[in-house]
C-alpha cells in the first residue's frame, strides 16, 4: 500500500496520482501564474483526486471545486480580496470546474459569524492549512517557479492514501467535522473516519 511506503515514495507517489487529474494541473499551473503569496491549491480536489485514483474512480469524479489559498496581510479590506477573486476568474475561466480564492490573512474577520468560534489571525497560509477540520484535510500543493511542486502535508500522507479521515479538533467545531465526513462517506463509502475526540482543543481556525 502507497501509506507504508517511505515518505519520498509517498511524495513521488502523489505528484503522479494528482497529476492523473487533468484539471487539477490546469489549476496549479493557472494558479502559479497569478504570483499571489503563499499560494497554495489545497484540501478536496487533493485529497478527493487520490481517493478517487486508489478507488479506481475518475481521477476528478465527485470535486465540486478547487481552492486556492494565499496570504497577503498588507491589505485586509474585503475590496483587495475581492479584486484577487475576480481576476482569477479571468485566470480560471473556461475550466470545467469552479475554481474558490481566499485570502487566508483574513479569515479571523468572518470566521466566528460563520462557525460560532472565534479564530485567532493566522501568520501564514501553512498555519491555516494546520487548522483543516480533518488532518487529512491539511494539504497544500503549488508549483514553483522552476517547476517543482512544493508539498505542505504537516500530517504526512498515510491516512490520504489509506483513505482514513482523522479529526484535527484545533478549533473547527465537531458539527462541521461530521458534515463533511459525511458527505464525503456518502461519495466514497470505503472511507474510513474516525471519531470526533470527546474534549477538543479549540486553539485557532481553519478554512475550506
Request: hydrophobic share 40%; aromatic share 10%; charged share 25%.
Amino acid at each position: 500500500m502507497i501509506g507504508r511506503l517511505s515518505l519520498d515514495e509517498q511524495l513521488a507517489a502523489l505528484k503522479s496520482v494528482l497529476s492523473r487529474n487533468e484539471v487539477l494541473l490546469e489549476v496549479l499551473s493557472r494558479t502559479a501564474k497569478l504570483e499571489l503569496p503563499g499560494c497554495y491549491v489545497t484540501a478536496g480536489c487533493l485529497y478527493q483526486t487520490v481517493w478517487n485514483v486508489v478507488t479506481d474512480r475518475p481521477p476528478a469524479n465527485g470535486i465540486k471545486d478547487y481552492d486556492v489559498c494565499y496570504f497577503d496581510d498588507s491589505d485586509l479590506s474585503w475590496e483587495a480580496e475581492d479584486a484577487v477573486i475576480r481576476k482569477g476568474k479571468e485566470v480560471f475561466g473556461g475550466l470545467p470546474a469552479e475554481v474558490e480564492m481566499r485570502n487566508e490573512a483574513r479569515v479571523h474577520l468572518w470566521y466566528e459569524q460563520k462557525f460560532g468560534v472565534p479564530c485567532a489571525p493566522h501568520e501564514s497560509t501553512e498555519s491555516a492549512i494546520d487548522c483543516f477540520p480533518a488532518t487529512t484535510c491539511c494539504l497544500g500543493v503549488r508549483v514553483e517557479p522552476d517547476g517543482r511542486w512544493r508539498v505542505y502535508a504537516p500530517h504526512g500522507l498515510s491516512d490520504v492514501f489509506n483513505l482514513v479521515v482523522r479529526p484535527n479538533p484545533v478549533l473547527a467545531p465537531r458539527e462541521v467535522y461530521e458534515v463533511k465526513s459525511a458527505r464525503w462517506q456518502g461519495q466514497w463509502p470505503e472511507l474510513i473516519v474516525l471519531d470526533w475526540p470527546p474534549e477538543p482543543g479549540r486553539v485557532r481556525g481553519f478554512s475550506s
